[in-house]
């Protein structure tokens, strides 16, 4: 999906640039060109970003450690 007009980035672009180690507007923008123009894409960057470090968070201590087998 198209995010940047100006810059015609994609999602998967962004996506990219984020997991490279963007973690702001401004380093998306010098990454890949999306959000440097108009700006009016600066939400979706945003939105984008914040989906991506939810999506990679490291699992809290709370998760379940090791294999787990429902018959042992
Ligand atoms: S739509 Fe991304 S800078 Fe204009």
Do not use: F, H, K
């Given at each position: 999906?198209?995010?940047?007009?100006?810059?015609?980035?994609?999602?998967r672009?962004?996506?990219?640039?984020?997991?490279?180690?963007?973690?702001?507007?401004?380093?998306?923008?010098?990454?890949?060109?999306?959000?440097?123009?108009?700006?009016?894409?600066?939400?979706?960057?945003?939105?984008?970003?914040?989906?991506?470090?939810?999506?990679?968070?490291?699992?809290?201590?709370?998760?379940?450690?090791?294999?787990?087998?429902?018959?042992?």
């Amino acid at each position: 999906m198209l995010v940047c007009q100006c810059s015609g980035v994609s999602d998967r672009t962004i996506r990219r640039v984020v997991r490279g180690g963007a973690s702001t507007v401004g380093q998306v923008a010098r990454g890949c060109g999306a959000g440097a123009y108009c700006g009016g894409c600066t939400s979706a960057i945003r939105e984008l970003i914040q989906s991506d470090v939810a999506e990679n968070r490291p699992e809290t201590s709370s998760s379940v450690s090791g294999p787990v087998n429902p018959s042992a």
